[in-house]
């Protein structure tokens, strides 16, 4: 499966973005899909997930409640709405894919994840 993410920018803190991540080549419906980011000078880390079956959503504790993953199967598109931004939210989002059905305790882990977008920026600043 190709992935290509979109919808980065410069956002003001407390505003709104939402990241898209389409997919091709495989429809989303049999992937668990996820989104990571790597922050300026850290490492990339899971941000939120969907598994590929079911309602099953997870979300690091960094963004609990301000972001939510969703997934559109007639756009074979994942989406990632991030309300309330703040400038630690700043980063390059990656959206990746698994064929596999993760468990709870697996699909935190990049390394599960086989395909992987190129990356969008979101910077919040003022």
């Known amino acids: 499966v190709q992935l290509q993410a979109s919808g980065g920018g410069l956002v003001q803190p407390g505003g709104p973005l939402r990241l898209s991540c389409a997919a091709s080549?495989?429809?989303?419906?049999?992937?668990?899909m996820g989104w990571f980011r790597q922050r300026p000078g850290k490492e990339r880390e899971f941000v939120a997930a969907?598994?590929?079956?079911?309602?099953?959503?997870y979300y690091a504790d960094s963004v609990k409640g301000r972001f939510t993953i969703s997934r559109d199967d007639g756009q074979n598109t994942v989406y990632l709405q991030m309300n309330s931004l703040k400038p630690e939210d700043t980063a390059v989002y990656y959206c990746?894919?698994?064929?596999?059905?993760?468990?709870?305790?697996?699909?935190?882990?990049?390394?599960?994840?086989?395909?992987w977008g190129q990356g969008t920026l979101v910077t919040v600043s003022s």
């Open positions: 990746a894919a698994s064929p596999l059905g993760l468990i709870t305790s697996e699909i935190r882990r990049e390394k599960n994840y086989d395909s």
């Open positions: 969907r598994k590929r079956s079911g309602p099953g959503t």
């Open positions: 080549g495989r429809t989303l419906s049999g992937l668990t």
